[in-house]
């Protein structure tokens, strides 16, 4: 039987959740790394766990020639996710999906491009993600949930049923969110923090019950 051809691709991103979606890439078999692109100059030309850094954002053109046409972008930080995604979608790059061999997917459930999703993750029936989104380390996304592109849902994260979290909102690791809550456009939800009610645009919420806690600027180390 002739041995299946893998599709070549290059992720965006050097530093540790690269790693980690370098390892879930590995477990597909499915795609082959030609190596990676970083926006640090000093990392160019260097390796990293067996990847050589090609470039950055310059380097998109030049892939292309070589018939590499797909990518994904491995960036922890929603707002620089966000504008690597739409930068390699303009040059006419096409992100890939990709989901753990433990995840749980119900269904009906929709996900976007260039959407990740980790080790030990359950999205069930009719939820539906975004773009570029992450769901991390064994995060729960129950039914009908709505994510938007571009945010991040951290290691443990737990979503009720019927819960929508808006485009590049982060939810902090062991954060809770009760069902029908909504959580508006780029938000950040505390580490540990209990959502009992809806979140407006734009806010950090902490703590248990969750409360506002700041507006504007954000600390995403939350």
Avoid at 29 to 56: H, I, N, P, Q
Avoid at 75 to 87: C, I, K, M, S, W
Avoid at 163 to 182: M, Y
């Amino acid at each position: 039987m002739p041995k299946k051809t893998k599709t070549k691709i290059v992720v965006f991103g050097a530093g540790g959740h690269a790693k980690v979606v370098l390892d879930i890439i590995k477990s597909l078999e499915r795609y082959a790394v030609v190596g990676l692109l970083d926006a640090s100059m000093e990392l160019y030309g260097t390796t990293r766990w067996g990847y050589k850094v090609l470039g950055g954002h310059d380097q998109f053109a030049a892939l292309q020639k070589r018939g590499i046409k797909c990518l994904i972008v491995a960036l922890g930080d929603n707002r620089q996710r966000q504008a690597v995604f739409e930068d390699a979608v303009k040059a006419g790059l096409e992100p890939i999906i990709v989901v753990h061999p433990s995840a749980q997917l119900g269904s009906g459930v929709k996900i976007g491009l260039g959407t990740l999703l980790v080790a030990g993750t359950v999205v069930n029936i009719d939820a539906v993600i975004g773009e570029n989104v992450i769901i991390n380390t064994g995060a729960t996304v129950d039914h009908d949930c709505r994510i938007g592109s571009h945010a991040h849902l951290s290691p443990g994260v737990h979503l009720a049923g019927n819960v929508t979290v808006g485009e590049l909102t982060h939810i902090g690791i062991g954060a809770v969110v009760l069902p029908n809550c909504t959580i508006g456009r780029d938000c950040v939800v505390g580490a540990g923090a209990v959502v009992l009610e809806n979140v407006p645009d734009g806010v950090v919420v902490a703590g248990n019950p969750a409360r506002q806690i700041q507006r504007g600027e954000k600390n995403h180390g939350l």
